[in-house]
């Protein structure tokens, strides 16, 4: 897998493997002690419900693992949570 610079990922769409709009990305969580990549945080204003896909917090934006990273290119896109 190439290297992909955090930088270049800010604002990038984050879509679904069916095409769902999540919303973009706003953020990426790590664990501090493993180092680890967790969580996908992205900015999900006006956009729809997304099941049990991604968590929600208070500011609209949703948590999605990293595990359900499919791609990256000009868009970032995740598997279902099925």
Known sequence: ??????RNLDGKPVVGIDGTDFG???TITMDLESGAL????VDARGRASTGDT???DGDDRLQIPVSR???VNDRIVIQSGD
């Open 1 to 6: 897998m190439s290297e992909i610079l955090a």
């Open 24 to 26: 973009t990305l706003y």
């Open 38 to 41: 967790r969580d996908l945080v």
């Open 54 to 56: 991604a968590r929600a």
């Open 69 to 71: 990273v499919e791609t």
